[in-house]
């Protein structure tokens, strides 16, 4: 049986402090990369809430293997804001 390897992406977040991913997380492809960043930043997202804050522009940036940036996910992106 034949192994298909996974592409890495890594997920650097700009938020209160800039923390850069040094792992990586072997992910089907782009579109789920870009899921995986969505739920951090909604989870990240609560925890400034829950310190009584929302910064919108905080985000993630998605790399591919070769570390180039491939994607980015805004928290006001990852949530339905509503009045």
Known sequence: MAYTLMPLFFFNV???AVTMDDEGAELVDA???RAHAVKNARS???ECVLHGYFI???RIEIEDENRVVVDT???DEA???RP
């Open 56 to 58: 919108a522009s905080n």
């Open 44 to 46: 990240l997202a609560a």
């Open 73 to 75: 996910v805004r928290f």
């Open 79 to 81: 949530v339905d804001l």
């Open 14 to 16: 700009f938020n209160d």
């Open 31 to 33: 579109q789920a990369a």
